[in-house]
């Protein structure tokens, strides 16, 4: 793979992880309307997948969607002004943290729904097909969601119907308190797969490049019109479920043991060992980032309030 390419790999990554790190403080300081889900931890699952997308390409999103959105290209202004619910947001303020969208670059929406994305995704791929073009849709939901009934209707139609989705199971192990291990008792959700024909691999969701590989195969194969992959991809979310979850359902040495595993810091000791990326580069594209998140938060911060009169308009039933 191109130094070039894996580098913009780190860059979206570390970008992640920073605009997270920062609406983490934007909600300590009671800027944030609502409850927030971060992605961190999770970067290269989102980074992975969508370094292989074109513009025109669809992503579903969930209610940890921060990550998603950021490695499709939204813009980070509009996304952190959308977060803490000012007008310059992209939904003008009035979705909020889990309700992310741009059509312009195929993102398609999150939904809070746990497993609602999934025929969302179908539904797109769907129209692709009827358009006959060479898009896909790729459609991210977690653990719990794929115990929902959504996951196999959704799957199931997509399986039936040949359509381009790539579904990726981000199984970061728990569905809010609950362990996967409590809820199912099949080892990985890919294993799924075979109930409805398709491929299923179970990845490393921690190594950004097996990510992008796996994903690679998953999204030629829908391009070529040969249908779904269920790609499920191991990883951990660093903080609690939500903001104001603790975590202390996790043990100790679980949490260590994934930290030392954390995407960002493997990637960056990978390239420094290989020498395709000096400490210099590195050094200068952590500055550009936490400069370009810090200018997303003043932002924000600057951007009014959706007006009162506006209420009503984007409602359509
Ligand atoms: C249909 C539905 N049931 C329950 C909830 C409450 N809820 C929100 S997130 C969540 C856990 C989702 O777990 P998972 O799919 O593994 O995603 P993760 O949060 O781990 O990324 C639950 C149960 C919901 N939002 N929607
Ligand atoms: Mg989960």
């Known amino acids: 793979m191109d130094t070039e390419k894996v580098a913009e790999m780190y860059r979206k990554m570390l970008e992640i992880r920073l605009f997270e790190e920062k609406v983490f403080e934007l909600y300590g300081q009671n800027l944030v309307p609502g409850t927030i889900h971060l992605y961190a931890g999770e970067e290269a699952v989102a980074v992975g997948v969508c370094s292989n997308l074109r513009k025109d390409d669809y992503i579903v999103s969930t209610h940890r969607g921060h990550g998603h959105c950021i ?11 959308e977060i803490l619910g000012r007008r310059t947001g992209y939904c003008g303020g009035k979705g909020g943290s889990m309700h992310i969208a741009d059509f312009s670059i195929g ?15 179908t539904g797109a791929g769907l129209s692709i097909k009827l358009r006959g073009t060479d898009q896909v849709a790729v459609c991210f939901f ?5 115990n929902q009934g959504t996951f196999h209707e959704g799957i199931n139609l997509a399986a039936i119907w040949k359509l381009p ?5 981000e199984n970061n192990l728990y569905a809010m308190g609950t362990r996967q291990t409590q809820v199912m008792l099949t080892k990985n959700v890919a294993e799924r797969a075979c109930a409805y024909g398709i ?17 690679k195969e998953a999204v030629l194969r829908a ?5 779904p992959t269920l790609v499920e991809c191991k990883t951990y979310r660093h903080k ?21 595993k954390d995407p960002i810091t493997r990637l960056k000791r990978q390239l420094l060992q290989e020498g395709t990326i000096s400490n210099a580069v590195l050094a200068e594209m952590e500055k550009e980032v936490t400069e370009s998140v810090e200018a997303a ?3 924000a911060k600057k951007s009014s309030f959706p007006l009162p009169g506006t209420a009503l308009e984007g409602v359509y039933v």
Not at 112 to 119: E, F
């Open 71 to 81: 490695a499709k290209g939204a813009n980070l202004d509009k996304t952190m002004a």
């Open 107 to 121: 993102v398609l929406g999150a939904t809070a729904v746990v497993g609602a994305g999934i025929p969302i995704a």
């Open 142 to 146: 977690g653990d719990g969601a794929s």
């Open 165 to 169: 989705v790539i579904f990726v199971c």
């Open 199 to 215: 491929p299923g691999v179970t990845i490393d969701g921690n190594d950004v490049l097996a990510v992008f590989q796996a994903t």
């Open 223 to 227: 391009r070529r019109g040969e249908g």
């Open 240 to 260: 609690g479920h939500s903001r104001f979850d603790p975590a202390t359902y996790r043990p100790k040495e679980e949490v260590e043991e994934w930290l030392s």
């Open 297 to 299: 938060a003043q932002f």
